[in-house]
């Protein structure tokens, strides 16, 4: 399987931008798809992840009500909608997918994409 996020970009605090990644090489239909992010100087962060069989979504508490995780099966590509930015959202966001499993250290990931760049500007 290989991800392909995109959608990154520079936006001012309070705006909104929207994640892609896009998967090939198989159905990611059994994975539990993931974002997380890592800024600079800091370990990386769970952000959201998707279980594509049952729609379950799950948050971190930072993102928790601003950020929205979904999945179209049909084009094998989850979203990440990201609502009211803040200047510490800043990071480079990551998607990665787990053979049936949420991991929220990315331990276990099976897969992980290159990053896109997110900055939020005060």
């Known amino acids: 399987v290989q991800l392909q996020a995109s959608g990154g970009g520079l936006v001012q605090a309070g705006g909104s931008l929207r994640l892609s990644c896009a998967a090939s090489?198989?159905?990611?239909?059994?994975?539990?798809m993931h974002w997380f992010r890592q800024a600079p100087g800091k370990e990386r962060e769970f952000v959201a992840s998707l279980t594509l069989t049952s729609g379950s979504a799950y948050y971190a508490d930072s993102v928790k009500g601003r950020f929205t995780i979904s999945g179209d099966n049909a084009k094998n590509t989850v979203y990440l909608q990201m609502n009211s930015l803040k200047p510490e959202d800043t990071a480079v966001y990551y998607c990665?997918?787990?053979?049936?499993?949420?991991?929220?250290?990315?331990?276990?990931?099976?897969?992980w994409g290159k990053g896109t760049q997110v900055t939020v500007s005060s």
């Open positions: 990665a997918a787990r053979r049936y499993l949420r991991d929220t250290d990315g331990r276990g990931v099976n897969y």
């Open positions: 090489g198989r159905s990611v239909s059994s994975y539990v």
